[in-house]
């Protein structure tokens, strides 16, 4: 348990990487194609992909709210920004290798598919939570560790459900670093709502009511359900779910008894 802020940087910061060098130079791409690829996985792995690289624009949301002008968390997102974007790279690269060609552009076109809208309401984001001021950092840091939860979470049920040893590799690799990107979200959430009940009342409120899958708002609607449905499929998937994302977002204080983040999956999954 840390005890400041502080504390959960200099843990972050003593996480070695899990995507080294020497782990970069072991992965077999050569052997992608002697493993099938259910072709079912490809959206899936091309939302992944699309979400990784899209983490640069949450992180310039954030660098213009009071959130973004903490020195810890700025620190953190630096690191952090970069890890998702190589997440996105890897992901892209398994795609071509397991013969789905993307185009060199890929990034930018999945940029330039963000709907207006989404533009648009980012724009005023910043406005609405300065308003709230540092008490609004709470609701970035729990929003931030459910996304980061759902993606871990999302990596262990693809590599499960698709069973291909060399996508397999590398998602365990990711999703260790996305354990520790849940962690560092967990740990200053849990900080900050214990400092003040406002805060956790705010938080509370902001995700009960607002929170969507990681994804969704930038990637359209039916594209977000389909890679939920496809990984948290059924009783057994949302029971999965459950209990690796909404029971650990609820032992944060105010949190108890909050299930909008499995009632929001189960109503896609079942
Ligand atoms: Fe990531
Ligand atoms: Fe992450």
Known sequence: MFETESDVLEWYENQPRAISKEFLDSIPWDEVRDHPLNPAFQPVLVYMRDVESFTEIYYEELLRTPTGKNPVIR???????GEENQHGDLLNRFLNEAGYPTSECWMQEAKAAIPFRYTFENRLYPLITNCFGKSFSGAHMVWGAINEMTTLQGYRRLWTLADHPVLEK???AIAQEEAIHSHFYWSIARLKLEQSGFTR???RF???KFWTPVGQGTKPQQETDYVISTLFKGEEGVEFFDRNVNQRLEQLPGFDGLGRVTQR??????
Do not use: H, Q
């Open 206 to 208: 902001i995700i009960g």
């Open 201 to 203: 009342n705010l938080s």
């Open 170 to 172: 590398l998602l365990r």
């Open 265 to 270: 999956i189960a109503r896609i999954a079942l």
């Open 75 to 81: 620190k953190f997102m630096d690191r952090w920004s």
